[in-house]
C-alpha cells in the first residue's frame, strides 16, 4: 500500500493510458484512408496563430534577464587596479566572459606596498556567470590588484558589503565597473548560463566579435542562428536564449501543418499540436541555448516536405526537403541520421513508382544530387565563414579555407567517437523511450524549504503513449501496407536505431527529434479514433488535456519556477530515477 499511495500519480497516469488506448478500434477492420480536406484555410490560420501566441507567452516568461555586462576587458597576461571607495567590502562578484585563467588579488591600504589576497579560477564553466569570491575578514577602502593569467575576459568587478550592498570602485579600465547596478544578489539561471550555454552561448558571442570558437565539436550554424538573437537583445541570457525560444513557437504552425496535410480536418491538427506544444522536453530544451532546437526544426521541415513529395510528386517539395537537410546537417551531425531516413522513404517511393521508368528515376536523382548533395555541401562550408574571419579573414575559395572546413570534420569525429566522459544524468536509448532517466539542467535550494529546478524528459502521456501507438503504426505499416503509418515508422527509427550503436556518453535530449514522431503516430491514432469510434472526439480531446494537465503540473520542474522542495518532490518524483 506504501508503494501505491507513494506512486499514485505514475499509477493513475498508466491507467488513463490503458482507458485511452481500450477506445482503439479493431486495425484490421477500422477505415485508414479519408477524404478530408487537407488544404489550409483562415480558420486553420487562426488555431495555429492562437496556439502559437499562448505558448510563446509561457515559454518566453522568465526566458533570462534582458540585462547583462555586455562590454568585457581582455584581461590576458595583465594587471588592473581598483579602488575601493569605502568600508566593509565582504565579497567581489565577477562577471566571467570567455576564456580559461586564473585571477590573482591583492590587497593594499596605500596603493604601494600589496599582500596576497585570494585567488579565482575561470574554468570554461565559470563563463557568461556571476562568480562570488568570498573576501575573508572584509576589506576597508583601499586598492586591488588584479592579476590575471591566461586569455581571459572579464565583464564586472563588483565589490559588495555584507548586507549585499554594492560599496563604490573605481578602476582606469572603464570595462570592469561601468555595469555595477546589474550584479544581482546571486547566481541564478536567470543571469548567468548554466549547462552546455557556456559553449554554445559563448561561441555565439565569439563568432560576432571574431574571436576563433572554443568549442568546435558541432558544426556552426546552430551557434550562428543563436547570435542573431544576441545581435537583437544583446549578450543578455535574454538574447542568447531568444532564437531557440522563437524556433520552438515555429515549430507548431509547422506541425499542425504536417498533420493537417497527413490526416486533414482541423481536430486532429488541433489536438496534435497542443500535445506537442504539452510536451516537456519540446518546451525545456528550446529554451535553452544550445543547438538541438535547429536540428529538430529542421528535422521537422525535411520530413514535411519530403511526405509532400512522396504524396504530390512536386520537385519543389523535394528541393526543399534538401535545403533544409542541409540547414539541419550544418547544425548538428544528428540530422545525418534523418538525412538517412529521407533516403530510405525516397527509394520507397521509387519502388511504388517504378512504372514511371528508368530515364524518370535517373533524372530524379540527377535533381537529389543538386539538392542532397550539392547544396547541403555548399551551405556546410559556407557555415565556417566565422572562423575564417577569426583566422584574419581567410578567403573563401581558398586551400586555407577548405583546410579549416577539413580539419574541424576530423577533429568532430575524433571527439565523438573517442570520448569518455561521464554525467551523473547520462542514460542510454532505452531508458529514452520510458522517461527512465532526465536530465536535469539546473537546481538551486532557496530558502524556507523551496527550490528552484528544470530538466528535460518527454511529457509521460506522450512518451508512453506514443510508444504504445508505435506498435500499432508498425501493424499498420506492415499488415495493411499504410504508407502513412510506415513514413512515420521510418522517421522515428531513423532517428533513434543509429543510438543504438552509439557507445559514448549520451542523454534524453537526444531523444528530442523522435518526439516529432511521437507526435504524428498521436496523430494516427488520433485520426483512426476519429473516423472508427463512436467517442472517438471525447478520446482525443481527453488526451490533449491530459497532456496539457500534465505540463501544468510539472511546469515548476520544467521552468525553475520557486516551488516547495518537499512538495514538489511527492508530487513530481515518479519514478526512483525522477530528480525531482
Known amino acids: 500500500m506504501d508503494i501505491i499511495a507513494k506512486y499514485s500519480l505514475p499509477i493513475l497516469a498508466a491507467i488513463l493510458l490503458i482507458i485511452f488506448y481500450l477506445g482503439l478500434p479493431d486495425l484490421q477492420k477500422c477505415a485508414l484512408g479519408g477524404g478530408e480536406k487537407r488544404r489550409l484555410d483562415r480558420l486553420d490560420a487562426a488555431i495555429m496563430a492562437c496556439i502559437s501566441l499562448v505558448y510563446g507567452t509561457v515559454a518566453f516568461w522568465n526566458l533570462g534577464d534582458t540585462q547583462a555586462p555586455e562590454t568585457f576587458a581582455n584581461m590576458e597576461q595583465r594587471s588592473v587596479i581598483i579602488e575601493l571607495e569605502s568600508d566593509g567590502a565582504r565579497e567581489l562578484m565577477l562577471y566571467s566572459g570567455v576564456g580559461i585563467g586564473e585571477y590573482s588579488f591583492e590587497y593594499s591600504s596605500d596603493g604601494e606596498n600589496y599582500s596576497p589576497l585570494t585567488s579565482f579560477s575561470q574554468t570554461h564553466g565559470e563563463v557568461l556567470k556571476w562568480n562570488s569570491v568570498e573576501l575573508e575578514g572584509g576589506l576597508n577602502r583601499g586598492f586591488l590588484r588584479l592579476s590575471a593569467t591566461g586569455n581571459v575576459w572579464l565583464g564586472e568587478l563588483v565589490a559588495r558589503d555584507g548586507q549585499g550592498n554594492i560599496i563604490p570602485v573605481s578602476c582606469d579600465e572603464s570595462a570592469l565597473v561601468d555595469e555595477q547596478e546589474l550584479c544581482p544578489a546571486e547566481q541564478t539561471f536567470m543571469n548567468s548560463s548554466y549547462f552546455d550555454e557556456i559553449y554554445h552561448a559563448r561561441t555565439a558571442w565569439e563568432h560576432l566579435n571574431g574571436v576563433y570558437p572554443y568549442e568546435i565539436t558541432h558544426p556552426p550554424l546552430g551557434k550562428e542562428i543563436i547570435s542573431l538573437g544576441i545581435l537583437i537583445f544583446g549578450m543578455t541570457p535574454f538574447g542568447w536564449r531568444f532564437s531557440g525560444t522563437l524556433f520552438g513557437a515555429l515549430m507548431l504552425p509547422i506541425m499542425y501543418v504536417f498533420l493537417k496535410k497527413l490526416f486533414g480536418g482541423r481536430r486532429v491538427p488541433t489536438a496534435g499540436t497542443l500535445v506537442f506544444a504539452a510536451d516537456f522536453m519540446h518546451f525545456v530544451q528550446t529554451r535553452i541555448a544550445t543547438i538541438d532546437t535547429y536540428a529538430v526544426f529542421f528535422i521537422l521541415l525535411m520530413y514535411l516536405f519530403m511526405y509532400l513529395f512522396f504524396t504530390e510528386n512536386r520537385l519543389r517539395y523535394l528541393a526543399l526537403s534538401g535545403l533544409f537537410f542541409g540547414l539541419g546537417a550544418a547544425s548538428k551531425w544528428t540530422c545525418l541520421y534523418a538525412g538517412a531516413g529521407l533516403a530510405l522513404i525516397w527509394v520507397w517511393y521509387w519502388i511504388r513508382n517504378a512504372r514511371l521508368g528508368i530515364r524518370a528515376f535517373f533524372k530524379n536523382c540527377g535533381f537529389c544530387l543538386i539538392f542532397f ?160 469510434c463512436r467517442h472517438g472526439r471525447a478520446y482525443i480531446w481527453g488526451f490533449s488535456v491530459f497532456c496539457i494537465a500534465l505540463f501544468a503540473l510539472f511546469y515548476p520542474a520544467l521552468s525553475g519556477a520557486p516551488v516547495d522542495n518537499a512538495s514538489a518532490t511527492k508530487l513530481l518524483g515518479w519514478l526512483p530515477t525522477w530528480p525531482f
Open 373 to 532: 548533395v550539392l547544396l547541403p555541401c555548399a551551405i556546410y562550408y559556407l557555415s565556417y565563414i566565422p572562423y575564417a574571419q577569426a583566422r584574419g579573414g581567410v578567403p573563401l575559395f581558398s586551400g586555407d579555407y577548405l583546410k579549416i572546413v577539413l580539419d574541424n570534420q576530423e577533429y568532430m569525429f575524433n571527439y565523438h567517437s573517442t570520448i569518455e566522459a561521464t554525467h551523473p544524468y547520462s542514460s542510454r536509448w532505452y531508458q529514452w523511450i520510458f522517461d527512465i532517466r532526465p536530465i536535469l539542467y539546473y537546481l538551486q535550494y532557496l530558502p524556507e524549504g523551496m527550490r528552484s529546478s528544470f530538466g528535460a524528459f518527454v511529457n509521460p502521456a506522450l512518451c508512453w503513449g506514443g510508444f504504445v501507438g508505435l506498435f500499432a503504426m508498425g501493424y499498420l505499416a506492415i499488415g495493411r501496407r499504410d504508407r502513412d503509418a510506415a513514413f512515420i515508422l521510418l522517421g522515428y527509427l531513423a532517428q533513434l536505431v543509429p543510438w543504438i550503436f552509439v557507445s559514448r556518453l549520451t542523454f534524453e535530449y537526444h531523444y528530442f527529434p523522435c518526439t516529432v514522431f511521437l507526435v504524428l503516430t498521436m496523430g494516427y491514432i488520433f485520426r483512426l479514433m476519429e473516423r472508427n
